[in-house]
């Protein structure tokens, strides 16, 4: 678990709206930004296959996929983390 503190500026209904509605702790944030980080790589998937499907490329083989995953695996190794 990593604590970080946030400080929010929001109009004085909607800060009374969330806090009634329990969505200022912390197990509501974390909820929503699990969701929206979803979403977001929903998104970029679908652009990736636009582009793909745009491009008319020759399928990939096997183990042309597996390349690519594998180093997507290993950028993520690397990548620093949130401090």
Do not use: F, H, Y
Request: proline share 5%; with cysteine; net charge positive.
């Amino acid at each position: 678990m990593t604590t970080l503190e946030l400080k929010l500026t929001l109009p004085v209904q909607l800060a009374k709206q969330a806090k009634a509605a329990g969505l200022l702790k912390s197990e509501a944030i974390a909820s929503m930004l699990r969701e929206r980080l979803r979403k977001q790589a929903g998104e970029e998937l679908r652009v990736m296959l636009d582009k793909l499907d745009s491009a008319k490329s020759p399928p990939m083989s096997e183990e042309e996929i597996q390349a690519e995953v594998n180093a997507v695996r290993k950028a993520r190794r690397v990548r620093p983390t949130c401090e």
